[in-house]
């Protein structure tokens, strides 16, 4: 292979492989849906795209199905003209998974699964392994921001950190060495269409660990492992479990713990990033790591120095007198976690929240529980459903949610056009922008208009 060719080429996940390739020194090029700061990133990093669905497009080195690879995206719909073209030349098309599970065959892969707090877990314990004598590659499934990117390559570690995502049941072809599950509690219906599909898909995953390898598990999953024989369990959580947090301090904006663990307790680990939900994230990181030799040393400066990813509990401005942050948790138990983490951090303080629900069916699915997830913060300002992938479904707005808030939470609606000039007329305390739609591009604007005043 010559060259290799991605069609949802500005997806997080898509643009790490890119850059894998393009560090390889192949021609990369692709096809997104429309512009944005990662896709021009990578435009200046070398890879070639187009905006329109038109096969006049694809560059000539990307045209030959013995030297060109086509990587695409589940949320490519099957009529696209591109891939229609490239599955009637008989070229290699292959998911974004199947091609992070022929790297987890070729290296060591400590992949991180579950509905939420995978992408957290995963880029902390890529930063742990990264600047620790053990080393690592990693795809993530967010901008590090320690590293300015989701991609990070080493020319001499055997492991690679891999955000195993779920949907599409993607994560079925890898093959860890080792994976955290961070959480089972069912999402993505739409694919699944129950429950219990849902976290047998889990369970299956559990099937693919390689002998010789672990399992970490949060405690209190509903979901059911089935481990090979001679691959190790552990369990870990906040408070309980064989990796577990004890001596929890937080104060002055700092947050310290110690940290039990089967191999060595870790003493006087401090967050880099100070938020409660990232302890719980952090024991995960922190066992894997410890798991592939990483020293109580390197995990406190791992941790010490961990700064977060964007869109995870990322401020944008942190003054005195205004807060302002977004948060990609799109998953009634994220906005759970997150509400509960904000009232922890902001216990005296006024906390609004503008929720751009993502997608009809997960609206569909969980509108209550995202009323009740949200009616732990004072006010709640909603906006229309970022479709995504989908249509329309009748009778699935926004409203949904909106009706079922609890008594005494201020609400209100808003079209996502007219977010900057409410906040113009208004004066907020702690705001948060919540949600995995496209709202969070008007978030350094809104801290702007906010700090301005």
Request: with cysteine; proline share 4%.
């Amino acid at each position: 292979m010559k060259a290799v060719y991605f069609i949802g080429a500005g997806g997080i996940g898509m643009s790490a492989i890119a850059r894998y390739f393009m560090r390889r020194g192949m021609v990369v090029a692709g096809y997104d849906k429309t512009p944005s700061k990662l896709a021009e990133q990578l435009e200046h990093e070398g890879m070639l795209i187009h905006y329109e669905d038109n096969v006049e497009l694809i560059p000539m080195a990307c045209r030959n199905p013995q030297e060109c690879l086509v990587v695409y995206t589940p949320a490519i719909p099957q009529e696209h003209s591109e891939l229609q073209f490239f599955r009637q030349g008989g070229f290699d098309i292959q998911k974004r998974a199947q091609v992070l599970g022929t790297l987890t065959r070729e290296h060591k892969g400590l992949c991180v699964a579950g509905t939420h707090g995978k992408t957290t877990t995963s880029t902390m314990c890529a930063h742990i392994m990264h600047q620790s004598a053990a080393d690592c590659n990693a795809f993530l499934g967010g901008i590090s921001k320690n590293y300015g990117t989701n991609y990070i390559l080493s020319d001499n570690s055997d492991y690679v950190v891999i955000e195993a995502d779920e949907f599409d049941r993607s994560f079925h072809w890898l093959r860890p060495w080792m994976t955290v599950i961070t959480s089972s509690d069912p999402d993505h219906l739409d694919i699944y269409g129950t429950k219990e599909a849902y976290l047998e898909s889990f369970r299956h995953y559990t099937t693919l660990i390689q002998p010789g390898g672990a399992l970490i598990i949060h405690t209190g999953l509903e979901m059911k492992a089935d481990v090979p024989q001679g691959v190790r369990t552990y369990t870990y959580g906040m408070e309980e479990g064989d990796f577990h947090a004890k001596n929890v301090r937080i104060e002055n904006g700092e947050i310290t713990f110690d940290m039990v663990s089967p191999i060595e307790n870790v003493t006087g680990v401090t967050l880099g990033q100070p938020v409660p939900i990232n302890i719980d994230n952090g024991i995960g990181a922190m066992a894997m790591a410890q798991l592939n030799g990483c020293t109580a040393e390197e995990l406190r400066y791992g941790m010490k120095t961990y700064k977060g990813v964007d869109r995870r509990f990322d401020f944008a401005l942190r003054t005195p007198r205004h807060v302002v942050l977004s948060d990609y948790a799109h998953h009634p138990k994220e906005i759970y976690q997150s509400a509960k983490s904000m009232r922890e951090v902001y216990h005296d303080r006024h906390i609004t929240a503008i929720f751009q629900p993502h997608l009809y069916t997960r609206t569909r699915d969980f509108y209550e529980d995202f009323a009740a997830a949200l009616s732990q913060l004072d006010e709640v300002i909603l906006c229309d459903i970022y479709p995504a992938r989908e249509k329309p479904i009748p009778g699935v707005t926004s409203q949904l949610i909106y009706d079922r808030l609890k008594p005494g939470v201020k609400k209100s609606m808003v079209h996502k056009e007219d977010v900057l000039d409410l906040v113009r007329n208004r004066d907020f305390d702690v705001l948060i922008i919540l949600g995995a739609g496209d709202l969070d591009n008007y978030v350094t604007e809104i801290a702007r208009i906010i700090e301005a005043k």
